[in-house]
DNA sequence: GGCCATTAGTTTCAAATGAAACTATATTCG
DNA sequence: CGAATATAGTTTCATTTGAAACTAATGGCC
């Protein structure tokens, strides 16, 4: 049986060395320093951001779709989507066959940003990504894939 | 000189592989994860078990100290220190030399907590990593390291 | 056809957050 | 010393966020 002492140590948490913290820290840097572009030059937020960049890949998805897509909740994404129609960046559709459902697309006001974002957006992450050579990036890829699948299970359970 | 076609494929910004985006929907998988474990239990608050967790290492801190390590700022750790208090679970003693300061520290409560939690936490962290070999482990821990370091650097410019 | 459960999306309301102003104490420097 | 500046921490206020209630429409299913 472990001494007290013992079991203390083994107890014993350190925030630097702890995984959840380093991976919040990592991504609040990461974000933030890219969120700056793009808040800044378009006063776009960080949710109107997300839903433009989905749209800009895929033009007439539902909100649900862009929730899916992105990670967000559906009263995030109807804000965020409320904010682009006002400025002119993004409009609604009705849905043909069902009445709920708006079909969303970028206008070409809102295309136009999407433009200037996306060069912006990839610069910042080969700048980030530069920090690694070329091998470590395949493993950072790989090793980020297992661990998003693991955690996909966590959230499950 | 590339053609529109290509310059357009090349601006193409596919959300699952961008890394940024990557991290963010990871980390926030297993900070949701372990904060259910806290929260659910003991009523804790995300920053408020920061600021335990960092406590619970070394007592006799200032709030500034707790903020640096945290990676809070001190409108945060002011209010979770002042939840933490009113809930019994750490105490503020005046500093000798600086009347402005003052060094936290938990109560037997607070750390009876910690010692609870620190282990779930550090469970969870097991569990996740469990999906990495040894090697790979490794590795990541490298890799996180040096883009650390990066997006320290990125943050500054 | 018409009830019942489901789904898309919005609104409401309370809590969390952050920037800036504020209080109190310390420090610097003429 | 004492005015000016800086720092620790708190408060205020406006904004953001999220959970739950709500509205409107659809899809069973008898």
Redesign the pocket.
């Known amino acids: 049986m472990p001494s007290s002492a013992a079991r203390k140590a083994e107890a014993r948490l350190e925030l630097e060395h702890f995984l959840p913290y380093r991976l919040s820290v990592l991504s609040n840097r990461v974000s933030d320093a890219i969120a700056r572009q793009y808040s800044d030059r378009f006063g776009l937020?960080?949710?109107e951001w997300r839903v433009m960049a989905v749209l800009g890949g895929t033009s007439g998805l539902?909100?649900?779709?862009?929730?899916e897509r992105t990670a967000?909740?559906?009263?995030?994404?109807?804000?965020?989507?409320?904010a682009l129609?006002r400025a002119r960046r993004a409009a609604?559709a009705e849905?043909r066959?069902?009445?709920?459902?708006?079909?969303?697309a970028l206008t070409a006001k809102g295309r136009a940003i999407y433009d200037e974002v996306v060069p912006l957006a990839l610069h910042l992450e080969e700048v980030f990504l530069s920090a690694l050579a070329p091998e470590e990036r395949r493993q950072f890829d790989a090793l980020m894939a297992k661990l998003a699948r693991q955690a996909h299970l966590l959230g499950a359970g």
């Open positions: 937020s960080i949710p539902s909100a649900r779709d862009v929730a967000m909740d559906k009263v995030q994404v109807s804000r965020a989507v409320e129609v609604r849905d066959l069902d009445g709920r459902v708006s079909r969303l």
